[in-house]
């Protein structure tokens, strides 16, 4: 029973390559056409693949239908939470999850600093679009049409002597962003508080969320929190693979 389940799965992902004939699949199989048949029968019984009218056989909507109630019913937040946690327990500064929906920036998780100085944000609450750095991966992931136009619609406050003054910085922002992977606010929202953060990506490679450390100066400097980095792209590429279930990509191979 294992083998013959084996064999009908590995039609999948050779017919996600593009329609092919029961000659083709049994080939690709080493099997009979007659085994390969009943494989494909059973395969399109259930709605996976599709026989079309040449004869060859193409993925079915069925499967395009489950792999899309699987995506919308994954919880990023519940799949992040315990790295989150992990981190926040190494480091000891405050951790947080943000999502970008209907043009908002929000957090939907916060785990809390160690340390006496605490931070404001709240879960549910927008983050200041124009500079928050979970906001630059976000947005940086967009089209650059939608980018320009998002850009051309925004207001660009100066928190501070560092937020990015207008529509033309905040797109060279983002490009430079989309390019390395990685965002910050270093006093770019508040004067005392620092920021880096990094993508988590679905299996698709785009960007479903954007995790982030932030720590006041009193408690480490800009350098300092620079430092950790890397250890922040490790929490979120590692939310990614559990996310997506594969390899993830990065913006070179989707562009």
Not at 79 to 100: D, S
Not at 189 to 213: F, Q, Y
Request: neutral net charge; proline residues 5%; glycine residues 6%.
């Amino acid at each position: 029973m294992s083998q013959t389940v084996d064999r009908a799965l590995s039609i999948l992902p050779l017919l996600a390559q593009g329609p092919a004939d029961l000659g083709q699949v049994a080939d690709r199989l080493g099997v009979h056409k007659s085994t390969a048949l009943r494989l494909l029968r059973t395969l399109h019984e259930h709605g996976l693949v599709y026989r079309q009218q040449d004869q060859r056989y193409r993925l079915g909507a069925r499967l395009f239908a489950l792999a899309q109630e699987a995506v919308e019913n994954l919880d990023i937040r519940e799949i992040a939470h315990p790295h989150l946690a992990r981190l926040n327990e190494q480091i000891g500064h405050t951790v947080h999850l943000a999502v970008h929906e209907e043009g908002e920036v929000l957090y939907i998780d916060k785990v809390e600093s160690r340390y006496p100085v605490r931070m404001y944000s709240r879960i549910g609450k927008p983050v200041a679009i124009t500079v928050a750095a979970v906001a630059k991966l976000l947005l940086a992931d967009l089209a650059e049409p939608e980018r320009r136009a998002l850009a051309a619609k925004l207001d660009f406050p100066m928190y501070t002597s560092r937020s990015i003054p207008n529509a033309a910085a905040f797109l060279k922002e983002l490009a430079t962003v989309r390019e390395q992977g990685w965002a910050t606010d270093l006093g770019g929202h508040e004067e005392s508080i620092n920021c880096v953060a990094a993508p988590i990506r679905g299996a698709d490679g785009r960007v479903v969320a954007a995790m982030s450390v932030s720590a006041p100066n009193v408690v480490v400097t800009a350098e300092e929190l620079l430092t950790l980095l890397p250890l922040v792209r490790r929490t979120a590429d590692a939310i990614s693979r559990e996310y997506s279930g594969t390899p993830t990509k990065g913006p070179k191979d989707i562009a």
